[in-house]
């Protein structure tokens, strides 16, 4: 049932449902068919950053992406900075969406997304989205290809001041690109950290990636990815949890002998713990 507090044309997006495409944007021509102009993006934003919609209802779940499709076709600089909000969601799917969004937009979002990338604050994963959103312009748009991975390789380059997750996403890019000219950056950025390389790859691994080399150059050492410290106390504490079962395995079963509640009682009366003391039986005497 639709939100009192949106109204049309926006509130119509709450009833859409499913898209007819889900991984295209353009699926639906939002600003033919509900006539959204640049008045609407407020509140547009407000829908796709909605927390209080019935999740189970599969009309308004779908709207907060409908919403972003519809901000996506804008195209203006105001619709663009509107979905730069949506970068840090919890939500995934609009993580998921934002990067293709954005490469239907095209080559105006290259220096919104540079400056995005430049800030240095911002978590790794509205880095992750906007790294992303460069590539999926690149790939959509060939002759801004070689700015797109100037960008990656200039956020690149700052990896000293980032974190190793940042520098993982950025490198992740470079490689879906086939970057080969940002090699000696990614290279330094190995080697001067840091780096996630449980997440892009040891940099034996991105050498082949990019085809400059094979695995046959590289010792299994190289190949092999370094863990990251987070993932060594990890480590850490599943072997003391294994340690722990073991030693804890080499205690006394007590589901045998004389211990055992499933042993055969012989129907003798016994003192002790637990029993019941005869009544009115007299102690011999010694």
Same mark, same amino acid.
């Given at each position: 049932?639709?939100?009192?507090?949106?109204?049309?044309?926006?509130?119509?997006?709450?009833?859409?449902?499913?898209?007819?495409?889900?991984?295209?944007?353009?699926?639906?021509?939002?600003?033919?068919?509900?006539?959204?102009?640049?008045?609407?993006?407020?509140?547009?934003?407000?829908?796709?950053?909605?927390?209080?919609?019935?999740?189970?209802?599969?009309?308004?779940?779908?709207?907060?992406?409908?919403?972003?499709?519809?901000?996506?076709?804008?195209?203006?600089?105001?619709?663009?900075?509107?979905?730069?909000?949506?970068?840090?969601?919890?939500?995934?799917?609009?993580?998921?969406?934002?990067?293709?969004?954005?490469?239907?937009?095209?080559?105006?979002?290259? +220096?919104?997304? $540079?400056?995005?990338?430049?800030?240095?604050? !911002?978590?790794?994963? *509205?880095?992750? &989205?906007?790294?992303? @959103?460069?590539?999926?312009?690149?790939?959509?748009?060939?002759?801004?290809?070689?700015?797109?991975?100037?960008?990656?390789?200039?956020?690149?380059?700052?990896?000293?001041?980032?974190?190793?997750?940042?520098?993982?996403?950025?490198?992740?890019?470079?490689?879906?690109?086939?970057?080969?000219?940002?090699?000696?950056?990614?290279?330094?950025?190995?080697?001067?950290?840091?780096?996630?390389?449980?997440?892009?790859?040891?940099?034996?691994?991105?050498?082949?990636?990019?085809?400059?080399?094979?695995?046959?150059?590289?010792?299994?050492?190289?190949?092999?990815?370094?863990?990251?410290?987070?993932?060594?106390?990890?480590?850490?504490?599943?072997?003391?949890?294994?340690?722990?079962?073991?030693?804890?395995?080499?205690? +006394?079963?007590? $589901?045998?002998?004389?211990?055992?509640?499933? !042993?055969?009682?012989? *129907?003798?009366? &016994?003192?002790?713990? @637990?029993?019941?003391?005869?009544?009115?039986?007299?102690?011999?005497?010694?």
């Amino acid at each position: 049932m639709p939100i009192p507090a949106y109204q049309d044309p926006v509130a119509q997006l709450l009833t859409l449902g499913y898209p007819e495409d889900l991984n295209s944007p353009e699926a639906i021509d939002y600003l033919q068919n509900f006539g959204f102009t640049e008045a609407h993006i407020p509140e547009l934003s407000r829908l796709a950053a909605e927390e209080d919609l019935n999740w189970d209802d599969e009309g308004e779940g779908y709207s907060p992406m409908h919403a972003c499709r519809a901000l996506g076709q804008l195209k203006t600089e105001k619709a663009i900075q509107a979905l730069l909000a949506f970068f840090d969601s919890e939500y995934d799917f609009l993580r998921e969406e934002l990067p293709t969004i954005l490469g239907k937009i095209g080559p105006t979002c290259i +220096p919104i997304l $540079s400056g995005y990338l430049a800030e240095g604050e !911002r978590p790794w994963l *509205g880095i992750s &989205t906007a790294a992303s @959103g460069l590539t999926k312009i690149a790939q959509l748009n060939p002759d801004y290809r070689q700015e797109c991975i100037d960008e990656l390789t200039t956020a690149l380059a700052r990896h000293k001041e980032q974190a190793a997750e940042t520098n993982a996403s950025l490198v992740v890019e470079l490689i879906n690109l086939k970057a080969t000219g940002a090699v000696s950056v990614i290279e330094r950025a190995y080697k001067e950290g840091p780096m996630d390389e449980m997440f892009c790859g040891s940099w034996a691994r991105v050498q082949i990636a990019l085809g400059l080399a094979t695995e046959a150059d590289f010792s299994p050492e190289e190949l092999q990815h370094q863990e990251p410290e987070w993932m060594e106390q990890i480590r850490r504490l599943a072997n003391m949890t294994t340690e722990l079962a073991r030693e804890q395995s080499k205690l +006394p079963d007590f $589901s045998k002998g004389a211990l055992s509640q499933n !042993r055969k009682k012989s *129907g003798k009366k &016994t003192t002790g713990f @637990g029993a019941v003391k005869p009544k009115n039986k007299k102690r011999k005497k010694k």
